[in-house]
Nanobody
Framework: VQLQASGGGLVQPGGSLRLSCTASGGIVNTNTMGWYRQAPGKQRELVATISSGGRVNYANSVRGRFTIAGDVAKNTVGLQMDSLKPEDTAVYYC??????????WGQGTEVTVSS
C-alpha cells in the first residue's frame, strides 16, 4: 500500500497551491481520506477530510480558504489551497482510513509560504 502525494512547493502569501494524493496497492473499502500538516516544532494537525459519502470537514484555520475534493472510492483526493498564509507553512500528509480502521499515511509534501 502506498500513498503518493504531490503538489507542494514555495508560494508567496496570498497565492495558491493544489495538492494531490493517490493510493495504490489494492485498498478497498476506504472510509475517509484527508490531509494533515506538521509545522516545525509542532504536532501534526488535521487540515481537511472527506468521507466516502462526500461529507467534508475542515480545520477552523483553513475553512473558507482550502477546498478538499476527491473520489474516495477510487482512493484519490486533492486539496486546493488559496489565500495562503505564512502560518500554512508545513509538511502536508495524506491520510487514508478504511472502514476496518486501517490507517495509511503518505510520505508528505512540503509547502512553504514566504515572500
Amino acid at each position: 500500500v502506498q500513498l503518493q502525494a504531490s503538489g507542494g512547493g514555495l508560494v508567496q502569501p496570498g497565492g495558491s497551491l493544489r495538492l494531490s494524493c493517490t493510493a495504490s496497492g489494492g485498498i478497498v473499502n476506504t472510509n475517509t481520506m484527508g490531509w494533515y500538516r506538521q509545522a516545525p516544532g509542532k504536532q501534526r494537525e488535521l487540515v481537511a477530510t472527506i468521507s466516502s459519502g462526500g461529507r467534508v470537514n475542515y480545520a477552523n484555520s483553513v475553512r473558507g480558504r482550502f477546498t478538499i475534493a476527491g473520489d474516495v472510492a477510487k482512493n484519490t483526493v486533492g486539496l486546493q489551497m488559496d489565500s495562503l498564509k505564512p502560518e500554512d507553512t508545513a509538511v502536508y500528509y495524506c491520510k487514508l482510513e478504511t472502514f476496518r480502521r486501517e490507517i495509511y499515511w503518505g510520505q508528505g509534501t512540503e509547502v512553504t509560504v514566504s515572500s
